[in-house]
């Protein structure tokens, strides 16, 4: 049996890991997402349907791998509700928040093209680069949460 010290030091690494894995998911993510609207022409809610998709599916083997390193049980099963629990998190908790914060309460987001104009950042990107991402990051940290809990209690649980 484990200390509590011990469980706690394992958590933190796991989270750490599960940081580390989302910062590059979350880099995918972007790149796919930006290089479909600026290249492809696409507006914000199917790009980023597109991108998070593609993310989904590295997310999945470098969270079962790297972070939760669950090797037992069944792989079919395990996707399913990983699929699921993130779907949720990316299609509904972070689609609608873009969805929000660039159609229907768009302050935030105009605040963020304010705060880039002040600091003279708009130089290098556009008000709809700003909004767009502005809005995409806030809603990548409300799934981050999600996804964690329900991975650590759900979908990798031992």
Request: charged share 15%.
């Amino acid at each position: 049996m484990k200390s509590p010290n011990q469980n706690d030091v394992e958590e933190v690494k796991r989270v750490g890991k599960f940081g580390l894995v989302g910062i590059l998911n979350t880099l995918l993510d972007f790149v796919i997402f930006n290089v479909l609207g600026h290249f492809a022409h696409l507006s914000a809610v199917p790009a980023n349907l597109i991108s998070t998709t593609c993310a989904m599916t590295f997310s999945f083997f470098a969270n079962k791998e790297m972070v939760f390193k669950r090797t037992g049980g069944s792989m079919l099963k395990q996707g399913l509700i990983f699929y699921t629990v993130t779907a949720f998190g990316l299609y509904v908790l972070q689609t609608g928040t873009i969805h929000i914060l660039t159609d229907v309460w768009t302050y935030p987001t105009m605040l963020a093209a304010d705060v880039s104009h002040i600091l003279g950042l708009n130089q290098w990107s556009g008000d709809t680069f700003i909004v767009k991402n502005t809005a995409k990051a806030a809603g990548t940290v409300l799934s981050l949460v999600w996804n964690y809990l329900m991975y650590k209690l759900v979908v990798f649980r031992p």
